[in-house]
T-cell receptor, first 115, second 113 residues
Framework: ETGVTQTPRHLVMGMTNKKSLKCEQH?????MYWYKQSAKKPLELMFV???????ENNSVPSRFSPECPNSSHLFLHLHTLQPEDSALYLC??????????????FGPGTRLTVL | DQQVKQNSPSLSVQEGRISILNCDYT??????FLWYKKYPAEGPTFLIS?????DKNEDGRFTVFLNKSAKHLSLHIVPSQPGDSAVYFC????????????FGKGTKLTVNP
């Protein structure tokens, strides 16, 4: 595997379900990100982890719970979601402290539908 | 309040011609600007960047121009190819060592053969 991978690619869940999204990066990066992309909206940054420590929580509701066990893996745990949470969830990684402009590498995303 | 704006949701261009994608920003504290390209069912991929101290950066068919006084940047693709058809996102990096990028909504480019 190379680059940034995400599983599952598609997920349909009910509002009472609990599910998790997984992201893995094979690039030796030290920062990982979760973004949400809703229709006709910009990519919204949700969380940033730098060296496994959460450095940014962009006022995300507590029904989204991130976990970063190491610099290569990032999870997004989902529970009691709402239909308006249906979106494309993108994971990204970068090498912070090397490049001034923080080029981020994205995974293919998980298309989430909440019924 | 959107800090990075791409006001054209779509653009259609003939193969071989120039494509010009525009982006405006409101925050003077951005130090780098980036363009990403996204195909359907894939994540965005980095295309080209420009520092706020420069006004032009070129990489093959892609050139980014920055007009700081107008808080405007543009991506020029010449000649455009059908494989360039994708959604293009403008992103800005805030000064101060932040890991954040602030993205625009994207412009869907269609290059017709």
């Amino acid at each position: 595997e190379t680059g940034v991978t995400q599983t599952p690619r598609h997920l349909v869940m009910g509002m009472t379900n609990k599910k998790s999204l997984k992201c893995e990066q094979h690039l030796g990066h030290n920062a990982m990100y979760w973004y949400k992309q809703s229709a006709k909206k910009p990519l919204e940054l949700m969380f940033v982890y730098n060296f496994k420590e959460q450095t940014e929580n962009n006022s995300v509701p507590s029904r989204f719970s991130p976990e970063c066990p190491n610099s290569s893996h990032l999870f997004l745990h989902l529970h009691t979601l709402q239909p308006e949470d249906s979106a494309l969830y993108l994971c990204a990684s970068s090498l912070v402290g090397v490049s001034s402009y923080n080029e981020q590498f994205f995974g293919p995303g998980t298309r989430l539908t909440v019924l | 309040d959107q800090q990075v704006k791409q006001n054209s949701p779509s653009l259609s261009v003939q193969e071989g011609r120039i494509s010009i994608l525009n982006c405006d920003y409101t925050n003077s504290m951005f130090d780098y600007f980036l363009w990403y390209k996204k195909y359907p069912a894939e994540g965005p991929t980095f295309l080209i960047s420009i520092s706020s101290i420069k006004d032009k950066n070129e990489d093959g068919r892609f050139t980014v121009f920055l007009n700081k006084s107008a808080k405007h940047l543009s991506l020029h693709i010449v000649p455009s190819q059908p494989g360039d058809s994708a959604v293009y996102f403008c992103a800005a990096h805030p000064q101060g060592g932040s890991e954040k990028l602030v993205f625009g909504k994207g412009t869907k480019l269609t290059v017709n053969p």
